[in-house]
């Protein structure tokens, strides 16, 4: 792995104080995404560490502003941080925030980026609304208006060079941040059902005869079973999306391979062991076997040594 002073300076990052902005972004990330960090930083080549990080960064602090609290509330501070963002990228000044500061570098040396932010925040008064999904079609129009514009900050800078690939890369990507996304929402189900918000839509939960309230605190063994069969349900219809994003290692260019590749294996590893635990979830979430993350890292890694 390159030391991080080598990736800023690979990145033509040379000034010291956007230098210590730039591992700001990076302290952060290492700290909420352990296993994508680490793929970050042994996957990809190293002037893309920089970026992707900084990216990252502003999609998590922007989430973290945005979905907790009253929804008056967070309408307000998504109006706030994007008018911020908006001056940061556009303003003559620099902004007094660090993860401003270098979203704005990096979209100055990758212009593209830009058109992704704006997607993003128009699509991020769905999770301001977000209070459940009651079918469907309302969690599909979740990850189309939301999730995918949050994937597409990092996964933009992966995208294939020539533009008849996009759409395909496009459209994997959408079917990838699918199947992490409902992954999620299973791996959070005791978690969330605390709060009293889940992201199984209502009708798929009254069909197994649950309720929120069911999923909260321990749960009996009538629960668990129903749990069960719904997680199995759920993960067979991320495990859809997941075979639907195979493709992506093959659409993108050799330099970024591993990391792509490394990515679609290690959610393969989360859906199984979401898969495993089934109504156990009503106790908490389940981890990927962490032997097994290290195996795929240090495959990609070698392949990464090779391209």
Not at 175 to 195: N, T
Not at 274 to 280: L, T
Request: net charge neutral; proline share 5%.
């Amino acid at each position: 792995m390159p030391s991080w002073k080598s990736a800023l300076s690979a990145a033509g990052i040379t000034r010291p104080g956007l230098r210590d902005d730039y591992t700001q972004q990076r302290s952060l990330v290492r700290a909420f995404a352990k296993k994508e960090y680490l793929a970050v930083r042994l996957l990809l080549p190293t002037a893309l560490h920089a970026p992707v990080i900084a990216a990252v960064a502003y999609m998590h602090v922007t989430d973290e502003r945005i979905d907790t609290g009253a929804v008056s509330d967070r309408k307000h501070a998504l109006a706030a941080w994007a008018a911020a963002t908006s001056t940061a990228l556009d303003g003559p000044a620099p902004s007094d925030h660090a993860t401003l500061r270098t979203l704005a570098d990096t979209v100055q040396r990758h212009p593209g980026l830009r058109r992704r932010i704006d997607a993003f925040l128009e699509g991020a008064h769905r999770e301001v609304d977000y209070t459940g999904f009651a079918q469907e079609r309302e969690l599909q129009a979740y990850v189309e208006g939301y999730s995918l514009p949050a994937f597409m900050l990092m996964a933009g800078f992966l995208a294939p060079a020539h533009a008849a690939g996009q759409a395909h890369y496009e459209a994997a990507c959408r079917a990838l941040i699918e199947s992490m996304q409902r992954v999620d929402w299973l791996d959070d189900l005791a978690e969330d059902a605390a709060g009293g918000v889940v992201g199984i839509p209502r009708q798929d939960l009254e069909r197994h005869e649950l309720a929120i309230a069911d999923l909260v605190g321990p749960a009996n063994d009538t629960v668990r079973r129903s749990l069960t069969r719904l997680v199995q349900e759920q993960a067979d219809l991320a495990q859809d999306q997941l075979d639907a994003a195979g493709a992506l290692p093959r659409l993108v260019e050799p330099a970024v391979r591993p990391f792509v590749t490394a990515l679609w294996q290690l959610q393969s590893l989360k859906l199984a062991a979401v898969r495993r635990a089934g109504g156990a979830l009503a106790d908490g979430g389940a981890d990927a076997p962490t032997p097994a993350v290290m195996k795929i890292l240090a495959r990609q890694y070698r392949a990464a040594r090779r391209s």
